[in-house]
């Protein structure tokens, strides 16, 4: 079956760092791929997706691109700022997004200023 | 535009005892999906909804039941509740036959004791 390994946390970075969330997939097909936030009290919000090898998802200055050969969808970002501290999970999907989400077991991230 | 709400935010129950948790989907959205999150866990995907009938679930036993309504709304029903049923549930919204992505509302707190 499905499933999604990401990079175990806690994570603690200074603000401005460089930042990198792992995020490796076993999949049959050709899967769609996510990352989702998670703000202290809120539900999961879209950061960003990508549905096919080598596309790049963007947004809020996250990036992540779609590694079929590594079957990996590494999450990043240039320089974090403290509003960037939330639980970060990665996610796949069968098709577009619209079916069963299979999630990793999401990496806290804390900046610190 | 009104987004995915939940009802109730927060639950306590006793082992045994019956619950139904709700979920208004975002406008326009036909399909409905449930997922479990236990504490420091990715959510599980529980079921999905599509216009009134059921269309694909997880890995949950029978006493785990929904219904989607004609105004898209939802409902999880949750039979003889066990300890190992405290987490937040969410749920998710979408639409089918559009951009596909799932919209999250802010979940329901279920305490067992």
């Known amino acids: 079956g499905n499933s999604v390994t990401q990079m175990e946390g806690p994570v603690t970075l200074s603000e401005e760092a460089f930042l990198t969330i792992n995020c490796t997939y076993t999949?049959?097909?050709?899967?769609?791929l996510f990352w989702y936030v998670q703000y202290p009290g809120e539900g999961l919000q879209l950061l960003l997706k990508?549905?096919?090898?080598?596309d790049k998802g963007s947004n809020k200055g996250f990036e992540a691109t779609y590694r079929k050969e590594t079957t990996s969808f590494h999450l990043e970002k240039g320089s974090v700022q403290v509003s960037d501290s939330a639980v970060y999970f990665c996610?796949?999907?069968?098709?577009?997004?619209?079916?069963?989400?299979?999630f990793g077991t999401g990496t806290r991230l804390t900046i610190i200023p | 535009e009104t987004g995915v709400t939940q009802s109730p935010t927060h639950l306590i129950k006793t082992r045994g005892q019956q619950v139904t948790l709700r979920c208004s989907s975002q406008?326009?959205?036909?399909?409905v999906s449930w997922y479990q999150q236990a504490l420091g866990q990715g959510p599980q995907f529980i079921f999905q909804?599509?216009?009134?009938?059921?269309?694909g679930r997880g890995n949950f036993p029978p006493r785990f039941s929904g219904l989607q309504f004609p105004n898209y709304s939802s409902e999880l029903n949750v039979n003889a509740l066990e300890l190992d049923d405290s987490a937040l549930y969410l749920c998710?919204?979408?639409?089918?036959?559009?951009?596909?992505?799932?919209?999250f509302g802010p979940g329901t707190r279920l305490t067992v004791t």
């Open positions: 998710a919204s979408s639409e089918r036959d559009g951009s596909y992505e799932q919209y």
């Open positions: 999949a049959t097909g050709y899967p769609s």
């Open positions: 990508a549905t096919k090898a080598d």
């Open positions: 996610a796949l999907s069968p098709n577009f997004g619209n079916e069963k989400l299979t």
């Open positions: 406008s326009g959205h036909n399909t």
């Open positions: 909804y599509y216009r009134e009938e059921e269309n």
